[in-house]
C-alpha cells in the first residue's frame, strides 16, 4: 500500500485508504484519545437534546426512546395487567366538587393510593364533550408528606409576599389547590402517592440504598437494589412508572371518562413521571411537567432514575417524546434556570418541524424557586383548557377553597384498615419482586424455545429491542471506522499489522492486531479471548487458521489490557465502578442509569471491529467469523446476536458462564437486565439462523437453541457437540 492508498501487492491485503499517513510504530499512543476513559456520567452531566432532520427520523427516534424507558422500567415486555379491584369511599362534597378516597392492587398486594377529585354542583355543567370529561393524572412529586402536604401559613404568606401565591389556601396546600380547580374547570382529577408518600406505607421508605439482608440467590427472596433486582431491572423507578400506568388504567376506566381528552401534569418527581407516562403510552393525550424537563441534573431520586435510562438521551429527549401530542413546560430558578436557552429551542424547532407548532409551550418564570405555584398552575389552567377543549372563558382564574384535612383524605379507615404485618416493609418488597420475576419469565421463557414462527417473531421483537438498548449500539455503519497502523512487522511467512481501530463518531478505540498470511483466502477470523493479542502468540489454533490461509485478528476489548481501570483486583479483567455516591445514591442506577458497563463497552468494540473488516472498501473480506474463547464467550454471544449478517460463522466457548452466578452488580461481566431476558440463553437463540458452534452449552441451552434452529430451518447451522471450533469456522 502507498501513501495514497493504493494496493501494494507485497501485502495480501491492501492497507485501507483510511489509514491516511503511514504512521511508525510508537508515534501513537495506545488509549490516547478514548472518551470512555472520561470521568463517568452522572445525573449533573450536561443531556444536550439528539436532533433529527424529519418526521419519519423523528417516529424511529421516539420509539427508540420509548423502548429505552420501558426497558429501563422493567416493563419490556408490559408485565401482566391483573385485577386493579379498586375501592372508592368516603366521598367529601364541596359544593362545586367533591373528593373521595382511593386505592386499588397495581399489582397482586400492592396497594395505589389517592384522592379522586369529581365536579358536582355548578361544576358539572363545565367540560363536557358528548357526555364525558376530561380526565387529569396527577402525580404529586417531592412534597413533604406528598398528598398530605402543607406549606404551613408562614411559608404560605411568604410565598404570597413573593408574588408566587394569591390566595392563602391555595399557598398552603397546592398539591390540593391544582385538583381542586380542574375539578371546577369540569375534569375528573386523580392524586396518587408515590411509593412511601402519604397512605403508600407498604414501602416505608421512598429511597432504597443496597442492604445485604435485601440481597439472595434464592427465587423470589431478594429485594430492591440487589445484584439479583438490578440484573432483572426491578428499581424503585420501574415500580413507580407501573404505578402511574395502573393510574391511569384507574382513571380511564371510570365510566365519565372521555379518552381522547387526557392530561398529565406534575412537578419535580411527578413531571419526571408526567415526562416518562407521555413517551411511553399513547393514551396520555398532553402533559405538563412543571420544573424538571432541563439538558442540567436529570432527577436526584432513584424513583427518577432507572438502569440504561439516560445512556444516549435524556429529559429533554424523553419529554419531546409525547412530540406532536401536547407538550407544556415550566422552568424556575432550579436545574430548569437556563431552559430557555438550552432545550426550549430544540422542542420549539422539533414541534416545528412536525407541523405541531401550536401544541407547544413552554414558560420562564425563573424569578422563583422550584415550585408548582400559583404562576405556574395557571398556565396549566389555560393549557387544560385549551387542549382539553373544556370551552371555558379565558384566562381561567383559580380560586380559593376549603382544603381537606390529612384525616378526611386518607384511604385507610377502621372500614378499610392500612395494610400490615407481612404486607410491609421488606417481606411486602421481597413480594413485590417475586411477582415481578415470576411474571417475566412466564413471558421470557417461551420465547427463549420457540414451538412455531408466531412465537419466534414474538420473540424477535421482544429479545432484539431489549439486547440492543442493554448494549446501546448496533453494528455500526459502512465507513464509519478507520485504522492507524502504529507497527507492522514481517516476522515469517505472514505480516503483523499493530493499530487503532477507530470510531471517531462515538470517540472510540480499539487496540488490533491483524496477521496476514502471504497467501490470503479471503476469510478474515476474529479470535476473542479476555488476553486479546497476546493470545495470538500463544494459541496453537492462530497457527493453524494462519496455515490455512486465514488473516486472523485479535483485539484488546476495552478494560481487560489497561491497569489503570482495574478497581478491585479480585475481580478479573477490572470491574464496573462501585462507589457512584453514599447511603440511597449507592444504588446502580446511578451509575448503569448514566454509563454503559464494560459488557457493553466490550461488545462495542467487537461490533466496532466487525463492521471495520466487513465494510473496507479496499479489502476483499469473503467472510468474516468470530471465536469467543477462555472466557470471552458470552461477549461474542452479544455481538452475534447484533451483528446479523456482518458475521457469517461463530464459536463460542460458554465456558458454563451464567449473568445469574455474577455476585455483584459491579462484576466487570455484570449487564443489567441479561438475566430478565433469558440469561446467556437469550443472547444465543438470538443468533439463528446463522452458523454457530456452541461448546459446554448444557441441557437447558441445547434445547432452547435446537428448538430455535428448528424453527428457522437451520438445524444444520448448529453444532453443539464440541467438535473441532477451527474446523467450523473455516468451513465454506
Known amino acids: 500500500?502507498?501513501?495514497?492508498?493504493?494496493?501494494?501487492?507485497?501485502?495480501?491485503?491492501?492497507?485501507?485508504r483510511a489509514f491516511g499517513l503511514f504512521l511508525i510504530c510508537g508515534l501513537i499512543p495506545l488509549h490516547a484519545a478514548d472518551v470512555r476513559r472520561s470521568p463517568a456520567r452522572t445525573l449533573d452531566s450536561?443531556?444536550?437534546?439528539?436532533?433529527?432532520?424529519?418526521?419519519t427520523e423523528w417516529e424511529a427516534r421516539r420509539v427508540e426512546i420509548a423502548h429505552r424507558i420501558q426497558i429501563s422500567a422493567g416493563l419490556w415486555p408490559m408485565p401482566s395487567k391483573t385485577p386493579l379491584n379498586p375501592v372508592i369511599h368516603g366521598a367529601v362534597d364541596r359544593g362545586d366538587h367533591q373528593v373521595e378516597r382511593?386505592?386499588?392492587?397495581?399489582?397482586?398486594g400492592h396497594f395505589v393510593s389517592g384522592s379522586l377529585y369529581r365536579p358536582a354542583g355548578p361544576s358539572l355543567a363545565n367540560g363536557l364533550k358528548n357526555g364525558k370529561r376530561a380526565a387529569v393524572l396527577c402525580p404529586h412529586g417531592h412534597w413533604k408528606n406528598g398528598r398530605f402536604y402543607d406549606a404551613g401559613e408562614s411559608k404560605a404568606q411568604e410565598e404570597i409576599n413573593l408574588g408566587a401565591e394569591v390566595l392563602i389556601n391555595p399557598a398552603r396546600f397546592p398539591v390540593q389547590a391544582r385538583c381542586v380547580q380542574l375539578a371546577r374547570m369540569?375534569?375528573?382529577?386523580?392524586?396518587?402517592?408515590?411509593?412511601?408518600?402519604?397512605?403508600?406505607?407498604?414501602?416505608?421508605?421512598h429511597r432504597n440504598g443496597p442492604r445485604p439482608e435485601m440481597s439472595s440467590s434464592k427465587p423470589g427472596e431478594w429485594g430492591f437494589v440487589s445484584p439479583q433486582a438490578t440484573a432483572r431491572l426491578q428499581t424503585n423507578f420501574g415500580l413507580q412508572t407501573w404505578n402511574s400506568l395502573r393510574a391511569l388504567d384507574f382513571l380511564l376506566a371510570l365510566p365519565e371518562i372521555d379518552p381522547e381528552r387526557v392530561l398529565v401534569t406534575g412537578a419535580s418527581g411527578g413531571a419526571t413521571q408526567t415526562m416518562m407516562l407521555g413517551a411511553i403510552d399513547a393514551r396520555v393525550r398532553s402533559a405538563f411537567p412543571c420544573v424538571m424537563v432541563s439538558t442540567a441534573m436529570q432527577g436526584g431520586c432513584t424513583c427518577e432514575n432507572g438502569l440504561l435510562l439516560r445512556i444516549g438521551q435524556g429529559n429533554i429527549d424523553i419529554a419531546a417524546a409525547i412530540a406532536p401530542r401536547p407538550l407544556g413546560l415550566t422552568a424556575a430558578d432550579d436545574w430548569t434556570v437556563e431552559l430557555e436557552k438550552k432545550g426550549h429551542p430544540d422542542l420549539l424547532n422539533l414541534y416545528k418541524m412536525l407541523g405541531a407548532s401550536d401544541h407547544y409551550e413552554a414558560h420562564f418564570d425563573i424569578q422563583f424557586k422550584h415550585n408548582y405555584n400559583h404562576v405556574s398552575r395557571t398556565h396549566m389552567y389555560q393549557f387544560a383548557n385549551r387542549h382539553l377543549s373544556l370551552g371555558l372563558p379565558a384566562p381561567v382564574a383559580e380560586r380559593d377553597f376549603k382544603p381537606l384535612s390529612q384525616e378526611e383524605l386518607t384511604v385507610w379507615t377502621k372500614d378499610h384498615p392500612a395494610p400490615s404485618g407481612e404486607q410491609v416493609g421488606p417481606s411486602h418488597e421481597k413480594?413485590?419482586?417475586?411477582?415481578?420475576?415470576?411474571?417475566?419469565?412466564?413471558?421470557?421463557?417461551?420465547?427463549?424455545?420457540?414451538?412455531?414462527?408466531?412465537?419466534?417473531?414474538?420473540?424477535?421483537?421482544?429479545?432484539?429491542?431489549?439486547?440492543?438498548?442493554?448494549i446501546g449500539r448496533d453494528l455500526p455503519t459502512a465507513g464509519s471506522c478507520e485504522f492507524e497502523i502504529t507497527a507492522k512487522e514481517k516476522p515469517s511467512d505472514h505480516t503483523k499489522l499493530t493499530g487503532l481501530?477507530?470510531?471517531?463518531?462515538?470517540?472510540?478505540?480499539?487496540?488490533?492486531?491483524?496477521?496476514?498470511?502471504?497467501?490470503?483466502?479471503?476469510?478474515?477470523?476474529?479470535?476473542?479471548?479476555?488476553?486479546?493479542?497476546?493470545?495470538?502468540?500463544?494459541?496453537?489454533?492462530?497457527?493453524?487458521?494462519?496455515?490455512?490461509?486465514?488473516?486472523?485478528?485479535?483485539?484488546?476489548?476495552?478494560?481487560?489490557?489497561?491497569?489503570?481501570?482495574?478497581?478491585?483486583?479480585?475481580?478479573?479483567?477490572?470491574?464496573?465502578?462501585?462507589?457512584?455516591g453514599e447511603g440511597w445514591q449507592l444504588s446502580p442506577v446511578y451509575f448503569y442509569g448514566y454509563n454503559d458497563s464494560l459488557f457493553a463497552r466490550r461488545v462495542h468494540d467487537l461490533l466496532t471491529t466487525i463492521s471495520f473488516v466487513r465494510h473496507h472498501p479496499d479489502w476483499k473480506v469473503q467472510s468474516i467469523a468470530v471465536a469467543g474463547m477462555q472466557g470471552a464467550g458470552h461477549w461474542v454471544a452479544a455481538a452475534r446476536a447484533i451483528a446479523g449478517s456482518g458475521i457469517d460463522r461463530c464459536a463460542i466457548a460458554t465456558q458454563g458462564f451464567r449473568f445469574a452466578d455474577?455476585?455483584?452488580?459491579?462484576?466487570?461481566?455484570?449487564?443489567?437486565?441479561?438475566?430478565?431476558?433469558?440469561?446467556l440463553n437469550g443472547l444465543l437463540v438470538q443468533s439463528a439462523p446463522h452458523p454457530l458452534w456452541v461448546q459446554d452449552a448444557g441441557e437447558?441451552?441445547?434445547?432452547?437453541?435446537?428448538?430455535?434452529?428448528?424453527?428457522t430451518n437451520s438445524t444444520a447451522s448448529l453444532s453443539l457437540d464440541g467438535g473441532d471450533a477451527v474446523a467450523f469456522l473455516t468451513k465454506n
Open 1 to 16: 500500500m502507498t501513501r495514497d492508498g493504493h494496493y501494494n501487492p507485497t501485502l495480501a491485503m491492501p492497507i485501507p
Open 46 to 55: 450536561a443531556f444536550p437534546f439528539q436532533p433529527v432532520s424529519n418526521a
Open 102 to 108: 382511593v386505592f386499588f392492587e397495581s399489582l397482586p
Open 186 to 205: 369540569g375534569c375528573t382529577v386523580f392524586l396518587y402517592d408515590m411509593v412511601g408518600y402519604a397512605d403508600s406505607i407498604q414501602f416505608p421508605e
Open 431 to 470: 413480594a413485590v419482586c417475586r411477582w415481578w420475576e415470576e411474571d417475566a419469565r412466564k413471558q421470557i421463557q417461551p420465547l427463549l424455545r420457540p414451538s412455531d414462527p408466531a412465537t419466534l417473531e414474538r420473540a424477535r421483537n421482544v429479545l432484539g429491542p431489549a439486547l440492543r438498548t442493554m
Open 501 to 580: 481501530i477507530r470510531l471517531r463518531s462515538r470517540g472510540e478505540e480499539v487496540p488490533a492486531v491483524f496477521l496476514h498470511p502471504s497467501s490470503w483466502n479471503g476469510r478474515v477470523i476474529l479470535w476473542v479471548t479476555p488476553q486479546g493479542s497476546a493470545a495470538l502468540e500463544t494459541e496453537p489454533s492462530v497457527t493453524k487458521l494462519l496455515n490455512e490461509g486465514n488473516c486472523v485478528a485479535a483485539i484488546d476489548v476495552f478494560g481487560t489490557t489497561d491497569p489503570k481501570l482495574t478497581e478491585n483486583p479480585a475481580i478479573p479483567y477490572s470491574a464496573n465502578a462501585s462507589k457512584p
Open 662 to 679: 455474577l455476585p455483584s452488580h459491579w462484576h466487570a461481566d455484570f449487564l443489567p437486565g441479561a438475566v430478565k431476558y433469558g440469561d
Open 700 to 711: 437447558e441451552t441445547a434445547a432452547d437453541l435446537s428448538a430455535t434452529y428448528g424453527v
